[in-house]
């Protein structure tokens, strides 16, 4: 089995390796660059198949549904099977109307630890505790060769079993741990200490009891740990939880029982639309979305009668002006549970200035989608690969100080054997 990665072997983003053995080909992932612009035309990686010469991948497995790891699947050749999680594809299919999403038309799903066949290829995936819902790191076999590719992952997620799971039961016999290093920096090469989902929640907490007002949580909808982390937080605090209509529908798609739903079942949530999406739903159509959730919809009199009452989740940012400008945010606070970054983008520049002149603060209650450096170690440890091959980092060559086990650096677009 041979392998070449076309993107990520420097940087963080736009994910893509390509596995052959026998004259078969395999993609994994198809991200878009972190990098790119939003209308940036970026061309498919020149795999065989697809941008250079020769037969059709077998299919492209999608390890989760971050878009830099699926972003450039709408230019595949639609003959080429795509296998991913079916949460991840229902999560997809539910975000397409709010634009941050896709109906994969997928042509089967990864389950946990469940063997599949391509070719030479023998897939098992194993469920990883991440950001993304319903995330896969994959072990590849071929020729007698295994290659595990973790995906993203992490340890310290609302899925931190499957982590331990992995710890415990894992893969024997592999050569090359193909290991993302998000966390593993230039600057940091030690790593630093990593909050869990768990230490998020009981700063929230804090930050609700310590709020008279209304809290506004900032974040991706599409981050179902996160949600479930506001919520535990919001019934400890004792506030009931509005979401937004995109993480309503994100939320109905998991069809897992235990996550916060807009349904009668959950006496404590509820949905609160701004006005953007109302537009959407009106623009679209789409009218059956806003009656999916029309018994528990609350309005912007609820949020000004009793703002102690609310926690919002969800995808507001574009909304914080108009919460200011009717006092809905006097004595409140807005909490920024995303990448620190965006908030150095022009929208988020915007944003810190807005609540300031408001002297609204902005709390940040965040933590990383991505392993710790502990973690990373725990894996490589318990996995004991004869080498490790850095993706998805900024800091591939700081790898061979952070491990023990032989380190193999290989550049995008190079050919290697497993
Ligand atoms: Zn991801």
Same mark, same amino acid.
């Given at each position: 089995m041979r392998v070449r990665i076309h993107r990520g072997a420097t940087e963080i983003g736009g994910s893509c390796v390509e596995l052959e053995a026998g004259g078969s080909t395999l993609i994994l992932d198809l991200g878009r660059p972190l +990098?790119?612009?939003?209308?940036?035309?970026?061309? #498919?990686?020149? &795999?065989v198949g697809l941008g250079a010469p020769g037969p059709k991948p077998l299919a492209l497995l999608l390890s989760h549904g971050h878009q830099d790891h699926w972003g450039l699947i709408p230019q595949l050749p639609s003959d080429v099977p795509i296998w991913t999680g079916e949460g991840a594809a229902d999560v997809l299919r539910a975000a397409e109307f709010f634009g941050s999403g896709i109906d994969l038309k997928e042509a089967g799903h990864l389950q946990n630890r469940t063997e599949i066949e391509f070719g030479p290829f023998t897939v098992t995936p194993y469920l990883a505790d991440h950001s993304a819902f319903d995330a896969?790191? #994959?072990?590849?076999?071929?020729?007698?060769? =295994?290659?595990?590719?973790?995906?993203?992952?992490?340890?310290?997620g609302r899925k931190d079993q499957a982590f331990q799971w992995l710890l415990d039961q894992p893969p024997a016999g592999v050569h090359v741990l193909l290991m993302e290093g998000t966390n593993i920096r230039r600057d940091s090469a030690s790593g630093e200490s990593i909050e869990s989902e768990t230490d998020v929640e009981h700063a929230l907490v804090e930050t609700y009891k310590n709020t008279t007002g209304l809290v506004v949580v900032l974040a991706s909808a599409q981050n179902v740990d996160r949600l479930v982390t506001v919520y535990r937080a919001a019934l400890r605090g004792d506030r009931d939880l509005a979401i937004d209509l995109y993480t309503a529908e994100i939320a109905a798609a998991t069809r897992r029982e235990t996550i916060p739903q807009v349904s009668p079942d959950w006496t404590r949530v509820f949905a609160y639309l701004p006005t953007r999406q109302r537009v959407k739903v009106k623009q679209a159509g789409a009218f059956d979305k806003v009656r999916n959730i029309r018994d528990r919809r609350i309005y912007d009199e609820e949020l000004l009668t009793r703002p &102690?009452? +609310?926690?919002?989740?969800? &995808?507001? =940012?574009s909304q914080i002006a108009s919460l200011i400008k009717q006092g809905a945010l006097a004595d409140g606070a807005v909490v920024w549970s995303l990448w620190d970054g965006y908030l150095s983008d022009a929208g988020g520049k915007r944003l810190t200035k807005m609540l300031a002149e408001a002297n609204v603060p902005l709390v940040h209650h965040h933590t990383s989608g991505h392993a710790s450096l502990a973690d990373m170690r725990h894996l490589v440890e318990a996995l004991n690969p004869d080498r490790l091959v850095p993706i998805h980092t900024e800091a591939p060559e700081q790898f061979a100080t952070a491990f023990q086990h032989p380190v193999e650096l290989h550049a995008d677009g190079e050919w290697w054997d497993v």
């Open positions: +990098w790119a612009s939003r209308n940036e035309e970026i061309p #498919l990686p020149p &795999a896969f790191s #994959l072990l590849i076999e071929a020729g007698g060769r =295994q290659l595990f590719y973790t995906g993203d992952f992490r340890g310290h &102690a009452r +609310w926690v919002l989740f969800g &995808a507001f =940012q």
